[in-house]
């Protein structure tokens, strides 16, 4: 299979067999008959008797079979426009008002980022405020920290987050904080209100932290606790047998860690030596303290190695922290370099790059010098990784441009199948980093097997999760965590489409959503607010603006008279959708037009050749579009002029237009681009009519023009606003290898959902079909499997030429690789253009005409 793509399946077009036709330098006067006069547009029907190119004897003397109207057999099911509601639009100008503003003030949350703004924990700050003075006086060195304790209990008697939930969070705060006032000999009150709490919930609590969601280091840090609190007479339900179980998993977790390891390398162990303070050796762990005094940025853990080291360093952090926060401490700091990815996948998930270019190249570039053969942790101090910030930060590394080894995902795949194992289906502890690895194996390229196993096992612990159908934990976390796990599952990034993809993460999206390190935390600057109402607007206000095409569309489409066609699919709706998917940002207007346009010529053309003309009809209409010349079309039937002059007009209005931006007369090459497709389609035909079944390879060299995408790309590209020199050009079209994936892609998987029809319809040509032929003994089902893993191998083709060909400009990347993702999505199940009121009419309604709320 790795051959696939170097096989001479993608490099039979070369340039004698393609000829392709240089865009000429002459600014006026092109006619691709070589008649210079017909510069401007035929008008529909208006159509000169005088014949242009062969001797007007020898045209009249052209035979054309007529035959009688034919209707064709899909006719009857309509496009989504049949059934569209119309509603009143929001105040546009408000909105653009909003948006502008909300822009610039997140902005200012990206320009203001230092080494992170993250909220309090009960937990870490409880330590903290353990450390006696340094005077030797019988008091805390920072007392502030104790009165925030006090001051912060919540109504139930518990500590911990107010909005939220989780079991071990709940848990930890709590018992930390009591113990620290018992520690102290202060705050009686809400020692008891505190230890009430506990005895009521103990039980039910830790049966929920061990069975669903249990936050990092639980098992050993909450033990710990629970001896410190005996040893203080606090009054505790420790002989439940619950509580005795937990004991004995951090009993057995001691016995497997090796000592050694624990002093010699980073381990997230440094993390919670609170937890394990029998088995540190207090001056051999100063070895692996962070520069800034800290042990792994954990608060807690350094407060604790403080009190049995007096270490200076860790004291220093610990100062730095007070100064910072005042009378309260996170539960691990800085967070530089979570804050500034978690901001960057808001951002990027949302759909609101192009608002944030510059932003986000600042914090990338930011993370990218601290990024390591391990990947990254929380603050560019960290000596441990995190893999699940690892995993975002290489999806996004790569989303963005930038050259990241999949050699750093060999490195942690171990620790990624072990933290599956450790956590178990049953925990949802891990559920949000195997969800982010999921993601991340998804921008592969070829050859990365590592990228493979981690989506394997990853989707399938993803599954098993779901199956479970216990979310209440995890749910404390984040709240539509459940969705998000669906959403990912039911369609990879690279056969999804960006609209939609983003419309679902704002669906889901919530501000109050956490992070889970030992104890539960908000990053304000990275989720906020301001983010989920940027988004909603930012996603209404182009589908306004996309719906408004839709009129241009309607009324292009009315000029052609295209409605009075019977014999093809009217999909102008559902065309324009895959424009609009293609390239959504509002000012590629010109773009989706010319792209919406060209997929319904092509449509007209299909249809056309499919079962309408004969045989002899169509070579006069090719002969008669190769020469540009109308007056050979006066012995064909109605439609059939309709369709020609429809084809004519708009390719020469289109290049009429570019020719502003380009400086040149396109109109040679879109001609050239056309009469290859209306070649293929016709050889097609001619298959059908002999009955004849091609190569593999002869379908194959065929199917790359006959299936469409050449002119629906390659017609609209001048459009985007931008210059578009030859050396860019080459690389677009077939003389590169980046559209012969797409139109590969494309012809695969609609052969895929469309190859039994054709054969009930009489055609013998299709990958399948080609395949079988040419493999004696091998099945339909062994067929499609090849063929599936051959499509499987061009797309993680086309994931490495739309991440990292930067010698594309990405706004003809992103043309390129959302029409195969098109094309991917449409025929997810079956012949979904064919069936577009019914296959694609939620798909439709969300993305152009229902608003987010």
């Given at each position: 299979?790795?051959?696939?793509?170097?096989?001479p399946?993608?490099?039979?077009?070369?340039?004698?067999?393609?000829?392709?036709?240089?865009?000429?330098?002459?600014?006026?006067?092109?006619?691709?008959?070589?008649?210079?006069?017909?510069?401007?547009?035929?008008?529909?029907?208006?159509?000169?008797?005088?014949?242009?190119?062969?001797?007007?004897?020898?045209?009249?003397?052209?035979?054309?079979?007529?035959?009688?109207?034919?209707i064709?057999?899909?006719y009857?099911?309509?496009?989504?426009?049949?059934?569209?509601?119309?509603?009143?639009?929001?105040?546009?100008?408000?909105?653009?008002?909003?948006?502008?503003?909300?822009?610039?003030?997140?902005?200012?949350?990206?320009?203001?980022?230092?080494?992170?703004?993250?909220?309090?924990?009960?937990?870490?700050?409880?330590?903290?405020?353990?450390?006696?003075?340094?005077?030797?006086?019988?008091?805390?060195?920072?007392?502030?920290?104790?009165?925030?304790?006090?001051?912060?209990?919540?109504?139930?008697?518990s500590?911990?987050?107010?909005?939220?939930?989780?079991?071990?969070d709940?848990?930890?705060?709590?018992?930390?904080?009591?113990?620290?006032?018992?520690?102290?000999?202060?705050?009686?009150?809400?020692?008891?209100?505190?230890?009430?709490?506990?005895?009521?919930?103990?039980?039910g609590?830790?049966?929920?932290?061990?069975?669903?969601?249990?936050?990092k280091?639980?098992?050993?840090?909450?033990?710990?606790?629970?001896?410190?609190?005996?040893?203080?007479?606090?009054?505790?339900?420790?002989?439940l047998?619950?509580i005795?179980?937990?004991?004995e998993?951090?009993?057995?977790?001691?016995k497997?860690?090796?000592?050694?390891?624990?002093?010699?390398?980073?381990?997230?162990?440094?993390?919670?030596?609170?937890?394990?303070?029998?088995?540190?050796?207090?001056?051999?762990i100063?070895?692996?303290?962070?520069?800034?005094?800290?042990f792994?940025?954990?608060?807690a853990?350094?407060?604790?190695?403080?009190?049995?080291?007096?270490d200076?360093?860790?004291?220093?952090?610990?100062?730095?922290?007070?100064?910072?926060?005042?009378?309260?401490?996170p539960?691990?700091?800085?967070?530089?370099?979570?804050?500034?990815?978690?901001?960057?996948?808001?951002?990027?998930?949302?759909?609101?790059?192009?608002?944030?270019?510059?932003?986000?190249?600042?914090?990338?570039?930011?993370v990218?010098?601290?990024?390591?053969?391990?990947?990254?942790?929380?603050?560019?101090?960290?000596?441990?990784h995190?893999?699940?910030?690892?995993?975002?930060?290489?999806?996004?590394?790569?989303?963005?441009?930038?050259?990241?080894?999949?050699?750093?995902?060999?490195?942690?795949?171990?620790?990624?199948?072990?933290?599956?194992?450790?956590?178990?289906?049953?925990?949802?502890?891990?559920?949000?980093?195997?969800?982010?690895?999921?993601?991340?194996?998804?921008?592969?390229?070829p050859?990365?097997?590592?990228?493979?196993?981690?989506?394997?096992?990853?989707?399938?612990?993803?599954?098993?999760?779901?199956?479970?159908?216990?979310?209440?934990?995890?749910?404390?976390?984040?709240?539509?965590?459940?969705?998000?796990?669906?959403?990912?599952?039911?369609?990879?990034?690279?056969?999804?489409?960006?609209?939609?993809?983003?419309?679902?993460?704002?669906?889901?999206?919530?501000?109050?959503?956490?992070?889970?390190?030992?104890?539960?935390?908000?990053?304000?600057?990275?989720?906020?607010?301001?983010?989920?109402?940027?988004?909603?607007?930012?996603?209404?206000?182009?589908?306004?603006?996309?719906?408004?095409?839709?009129?241009?569309?309607?009324?292009?489409?009315k000029?052609?008279?295209?409605?009075?066609l019977?014999f093809?699919?009217?999909?102008?709706?559902?065309?324009?959708?895959?424009?609009?998917?293609?390239?959504?940002?509002?000012?590629?207007?010109?773009?989706?037009?010319?792209?919406?346009?060209?997929?319904?010529?092509?449509?007209?053309?299909?249809?056309l050749?499919?079962?309408y003309?004969?045989?002899?009809?169509?070579?006069?209409?090719?002969?008669?579009?190769?020469?540009?010349?109308?007056?050979?079309?006066?012995?064909?039937?109605?439609?059939?002029?309709?369709?020609?002059?429809?084809?004519?007009?708009?390719?020469?209005?289109?290049?009429?237009?570019?020719?502003?931006?380009?400086?040149?007369?396109?109109?040679?090459?879109?001609?050239?681009?056309?009469?290859?497709?209306?070649?293929?389609?016709?050889?097609?035909?001619?298959?059908?009519?002999?009955?004849?079944?091609?190569?593999?390879?002869?379908?194959?060299?065929?199917?790359?023009?006959?299936?469409?995408?050449?002119?629906?790309?390659?017609?609209?590209?001048?459009?985007?606003?931008?210059?578009?020199?030859?050396n860019?050009?080459?690389?677009?079209?077939?003389?590169?290898?980046?559209?012969?994936?797409?139109?590969?892609?494309?012809?695969?998987?609609?052969?895929?959902?469309?190859?039994?029809?054709?054969?009930d319809?009489?055609?013998?040509?299709?990958?399948?079909?080609?395949?079988?032929?040419?493999?004696?003994?091998?099945?339909?089902?062994?067929?499609?499997?090849?063929?599936?893993?051959?499509?499987?191998?061009?797309?993680?083709k086309?994931?490495?030429?739309?991440?990292?060909?930067?010698?594309?400009?990405?706004?003809?990347?992103?043309?390129?690789?959302?029409?195969?993702?098109?094309?991917?999505l449409?025929?997810?199940?079956?012949?979904?253009f064919?069936?577009?009121?019914?296959?694609?009419?939620?798909?439709i309604?969300?993305s152009?005409?229902?608003?987010?709320?």
């Amino acid at each position: 299979m790795a051959q696939i793509l170097s096989s001479p399946f993608f490099s039979f077009f070369n340039a004698s067999a393609r000829c392709p036709v240089w865009i000429s330098k002459k600014a006026h006067g092109y006619s691709p008959s070589g008649n210079r006069s017909r510069s401007k547009s035929l008008a529909c029907h208006n159509i000169p008797s005088a014949v242009v190119g062969e001797d007007v004897k020898i045209h009249q003397t052209l035979t054309i079979a007529y035959t009688e109207h034919k209707i064709n057999r899909n006719y009857e099911k309509k496009d989504y426009v049949h059934s569209i509601s119309t509603f009143e639009e929001a105040p546009l100008d408000e909105m653009d008002k909003r948006i502008e503003e909300l822009v610039a003030e997140i902005k200012m949350l990206f320009n203001s980022m230092e080494d992170g703004e993250i909220s309090p924990s009960a937990y870490d700050t409880a330590w903290v405020a353990r450390v006696p003075a340094t005077d030797g006086s019988p008091k805390p060195k920072f007392p502030q920290m104790v009165d925030w304790i006090l001051h912060n209990q919540l109504p139930d008697g518990s500590w911990g987050q107010k909005r939220r939930i989780l079991a071990c969070d709940r848990l930890l705060n709590s018992l930390s904080c009591i113990v620290t006032l018992a520690f102290w000999g202060v705050g009686d009150n809400q020692v008891n209100r505190g230890l009430n709490f506990l005895r009521r919930n103990t039980g039910g609590l830790i049966k929920a932290a061990l069975s669903h969601y249990r936050s990092k280091g639980f098992e050993m840090v909450f033990p710990a606790l629970l001896k410190e609190a005996k040893l203080l007479g606090l009054d505790l339900p420790y002989e439940l047998p619950i509580i005795k179980k937990i004991y004995e998993m951090r009993d057995s977790e001691l016995k497997i860690a090796s000592v050694e390891d624990l002093h010699s390398r980073p381990s997230t162990m440094l993390q919670c030596l609170e937890g394990i303070q029998e088995v540190v050796d207090w001056k051999n762990i100063l070895k692996l303290q962070s520069e800034d005094g800290s042990f792994s940025g954990s608060p807690a853990s350094t407060a604790c190695v403080f009190m049995h080291t007096g270490d200076k360093n860790c004291l220093r952090y610990l100062r730095n922290l007070v100064t910072k926060f005042g009378d309260h401490v996170p539960c691990m700091y800085p967070v530089d370099i979570e804050e500034r990815l978690r901001a960057v996948d808001s951002i990027e998930c949302l759909g609101l790059e192009r608002h944030f270019e510059t932003e986000i190249k600042q914090a990338m570039d930011y993370v990218f010098q601290y990024w390591g053969e391990r990947g990254v942790g929380f603050g560019r101090e960290s000596l441990v990784h995190d893999i699940d910030l690892t995993a975002t930060g290489f999806r996004l590394f790569r989303t963005f441009g930038y050259a990241v080894s999949s050699h750093l995902l060999q490195n942690i795949k171990g620790e990624a199948e072990e933290l599956c194992k450790l956590y178990g289906v049953e925990n949802g502890a891990g559920i949000t980093t195997i969800l982010n690895l999921y993601r991340c194996s998804q921008v592969n390229f070829p050859g990365e097997n590592v990228m493979r196993e981690i989506g394997g096992f990853t989707k399938d612990y993803l599954t098993k999760w779901l199956e479970r159908e216990n979310f209440s934990q995890a749910k404390a976390v984040k709240e539509n965590l459940r969705q998000e796990v669906e959403y990912a599952l039911s369609a990879r990034w690279n056969r999804n489409m960006p609209r939609l993809i983003t419309r679902n993460h704002i669906v889901v999206f919530n501000h109050n959503d956490l992070w889970s390190g030992k104890t539960l935390y908000q990053l304000p600057k990275a989720s906020n607010d301001k983010y989920l109402e940027l988004a909603k607007l930012d996603f209404n206000r182009i589908q306004a603006t996309h719906r408004s095409e839709i009129q241009h569309i309607k009324r292009w489409y009315k000029e052609c008279k295209f409605p009075q066609l019977d014999f093809f699919r009217h999909r102008e709706v559902a065309i324009y959708w895959s424009s609009a998917a293609a390239m959504f940002e509002p000012q590629y207007t010109n773009c989706r037009l010319d792209y919406t346009k060209a997929g319904i010529l092509a449509t007209v053309v299909d249809d056309l050749n499919d079962t309408y003309a004969t045989l002899n009809q169509l070579k006069l209409f090719n002969e008669a579009f190769e020469r540009w010349d109308p007056s050979k079309i006066d012995q064909l039937p109605e439609d059939m002029k309709i369709a020609f002059m429809g084809l004519c007009n708009t390719l020469t209005d289109i290049s009429e237009r570019a020719r502003e931006v380009q400086g040149r007369d396109v109109l040679p090459y879109l001609h050239q681009q056309w009469l290859n497709h209306l070649f293929s389609l016709t050889k097609e035909r001619e298959w059908m009519l002999k009955s004849y079944s091609p190569s593999f390879d002869e379908y194959m060299k065929n199917g790359l023009a006959s299936v469409a995408l050449e002119v629906t790309t390659l017609t609209p590209i001048f459009s985007t606003g931008q210059f578009l020199p030859d050396n860019i050009l080459e690389k677009l079209d077939f003389r590169g290898d980046f559209l012969n994936v797409v139109c590969f892609t494309g012809l695969l998987v609609n052969d895929f959902r469309t190859f039994q029809g054709e054969i009930d319809h009489g055609e013998l040509a299709s990958f399948v079909q080609c395949y079988i032929n040419e493999h004696p003994g091998c099945t339909e089902e062994e067929a499609l499997n090849y063929l599936e893993g051959m499509n499987e191998e061009a797309l993680t083709k086309l994931n490495y030429h739309f991440l990292m060909r930067a010698d594309i400009p990405k706004r003809y990347r992103e043309l390129l690789f959302n029409t195969a993702r098109v094309m991917q999505l449409i025929y997810r199940k079956d012949d979904g253009f064919l069936n577009a009121a019914e296959d694609l009419e939620d798909i439709i309604k969300k993305s152009l005409y229902e608003p987010v709320l």
